[in-house]
């Protein structure tokens, strides 16, 4: 299998991201994303526009019945599920599946390959850009690399850390890929900026796909707070293997801000990045009820939003 070189220089669009992720670091305010994302999503916006609108009332009563009907309007369509998939294929674009014959592709490359001589996992820990800090022997042209997404630092059924739904779901697709393609697995995520507590999710991942799968990671780089960071410490990690070809697994609301920031990162690297989304099937509703407020609809709003808010500051 041929894996291309990325030449191409980052695209305006990933230039003006850098310039803003650096102006949030120039301010300090990193630590502040999660609560700054919170302001900016549904419903706080709309809650205030309704106090807006009710305080228009006293001198503009018109304009004011109006910002609050508007309002209202826009705090019952963020909870709908149907809403969802219509700004979805709007504001992300979707990247497709991978099929069986690329699935056959990759598994055939596989057979041909060499094969690895080391087990151990390697790790990246400090700086971003380090080098692995164990065993760097076995070589791999194709790396699947699962992005975390959420860690419970403590769940009392288990009586230690587990890994999120989200993320879980992610990890189970990578370890499935792995198998059907023959090619190595590694997970990226830490803490994340807005987790407490000592639980690494990739560390969380490593002993579940162990334990749980039988399928040990051969990379766990267990430091990354965000996208950026996971690109930026798991990229070094895998080039220092061997790797020159990427298989990207994440959900598929996530594909387009994380391969964004993962094709900047590798620019220059000769590495190049595949998208393997995951969680792509559609939940099928009752026509009524995709248009009635429900906790799904509104998180799922809130997931695109969030997103498309992300890829657009290259936050």
Same mark, same amino acid.
């Given at each position: 299998?041929?894996? #291309? ?122 700086? #971003? ?26 769940? #009392? ?159």
């Amino acid at each position: 299998m041929r894996v #291309p070189s990325p030449t191409m220089m980052p695209s305006r669009a990933a230039d003006q991201e850098t310039r803003m992720h650096s102006l949030i670091s120039l301010l300090g305010i990193e630590t502040w994303k999660p609560v700054l994302t919170a302001l900016l999503l549904p419903p706080v916006p709309l809650l205030l526009a309704v106090l807006v609108g009710a305080r228009l009332m006293l001198p503009r009563r018109g304009w004011g019945w109006c910002v609050v009907l508007l309002s209202v309007a826009g705090l019952w369509l963020s909870a709908c599920t149907g809403f969802a998939r219509v700004i979805e294929p709007l504001l992300l674009a979707a990247a497709p599946p991978l099929h069986a014959d690329r699935i056959a592709a990759l598994r055939a490359n596989a057979m041909t390959a060499p094969r690895a001589n080391a087990t151990t996992a390697l790790r990246a820990r400090g700086r #971003p850009g380090a080098a692995p800090t164990s065993d760097t022997r076995g070589r791999s042209e194709v790396a699947i690399l699962v992005l975390g997404g959420g860690v419970e630092p403590y769940a #009392p059924e288990y009586g230690m850390s587990n890994l999120s739904s989200y993320s879980l779901e992610s990890l189970r697709y990578g370890l499935w890929l792995g198998r059907e393609t023959g090619w190595p697995v590694g997970f990226s995520g830490g803490t994340g900026w807005a987790n407490r507590g000592d639980a690494a999710e990739a560390d969380v991942a490593a002993r579940i796909a162990a334990q749980e799968y039988g399928q040990p990671l051969r990379w766990v780089e267990a430091e990354s707070r965000d996208t950026r960071e996971n690109a930026a410490r798991s990229l070094p990690l895998l080039q220092a293997s061997g790797v020159r070809h990427v298989l990207l697994v994440t959900r598929g609301w996530h594909m387009q801000s994380a391969k964004a920031l993962f094709d900047a990162a590798a620019v220059g690297t000769g590495m190049h990045i595949e998208a393997a989304p995951m969680g792509l099937a559609a939940k099928v509703d009752i026509p009524l009820l995709s248009w009635l407020p429900t906790s799904a609809g509104f998180e799922r709003v809130r997931l695109v939003l969030r997103e498309w808010l992300g890829w657009k500051l290259g936050a």
